[in-house]
């Protein structure tokens, strides 16, 4: 069975049409998106209008392939569509949104968990406190989260946070696989302390929650994003806590015309990183 791996498409259209042409061509069995799959720019609010105009029809014909394609939303897609994601998704049959789920296909159990460690950035949607000694970074801009009825500014962000559950608490709430030798879990924070977490500006902002999680349950695979740049900082875009292999490919930001992915064979073990060219 055979797995392509991407994240961080950020709506751009190519990419995800490039992934399609190239899932059919390599003969994959399921796509997952690991998060952050909606635009951006101009601004957050053309991302409803993108899942009905564009992602839906990419949908029905990944669907029409029998391809299975396994998704969650990330950080910067507004929470507040998640809803019309799910109502999209159930329409077929191979689309699947694994947000605190589990799906199992051919006996792997996948599992998606889509909360973040605080960030600077002012949308607040899905980040959380890693732990409960979580230290903030420096904000920038003002706290906001997305309702029904428009954005909402957090007038005292840090006491907000500290009201909600934290990453480490979220993680303890997922379902738990039935076999962990053949889970594989898709989580859009990357752990700590296996260089699959750093900025541009060198910071390393994985979560130890996350790490401590691999490292207790020891899934088969766990497959990450969030910090596009870290494969390039670091020269590392997989490494292992203990048995668990842990990927990061990566993604090329809006203004870079190239493509990451990650194709994944299960009955081999083999792992390859690819990146493609917008012809």
Not at 149 to 175: C, H, Q, R
Request: contains cysteine; negative net charge; proline residues 5%.
């Amino acid at each position: 069975m055979k797995i392509l791996y991407i994240t961080d498409l950020h709506g751009v259209k190519w990419k995800y049409e490039r992934i399609y042409e190239i899932a059919i061509s390599s003969g994959i069995d399921i796509l997952i998106d690991g998060g952050d799959m909606l635009p951006t720019r101009p601004n957050f609010f053309i991302q409803d209008d993108f899942i009905l105009e564009f992602l839906e029809p990419n949908f029905k014909k990944i669907d029409a392939q029998n391809i299975y394609y396994l998704f969650m939303p990330g950080n910067d897609d507004l929470i507040i569509h998640d809803d019309l994601l799910n109502e999209i998704a159930n329409k077929y049959k191979y689309i699947q949104n694994i947000q605190d789920k589990k799906v199992t296909i051919n006996g792997f159990e996948f599992i998606g968990m889509n909360w973040v460690t605080d960030l600077p950035f002012g949308l607040k949607d899905r980040a959380r406190m890693d732990t409960n000694d979580f230290e903030f970074p420096k904000q920038i801009g003002k706290p906001i989260i997305s309702t029904k009825n428009g954005l909402k500014t957090i007038d005292n962000w840090f006491a907000y946070a500290k009201s909600l559950p934290t990453l480490k608490e979220e993680l303890e709430k997922l379902v738990m696989p039935e076999n962990m030798d053949k889970s594989i879990y898709v989580i859009h924070m990357p752990p700590s302390d296996v260089s699959l977490d750093v900025c541009r500006d060198a910071r390393r902002v994985g979560s130890k929650a996350i790490y401590k999680f691999l490292k207790t349950h020891q899934p088969l695979l766990s497959l990450h994003g969030h910090i596009h740049e870290s494969p390039e900082m670091t020269n590392k875009w997989f490494n292992k806590i203990g048995k668990t292999i842990c990927i990061q490919p990566g993604q090329s930001d809006y203004y870079e015309d190239y493509l990451v992915y990650v194709i994944i064979d299960l009955d081999k073990m083999g792992i390859f990183r690819k990146r493609v060219e917008k012809s």
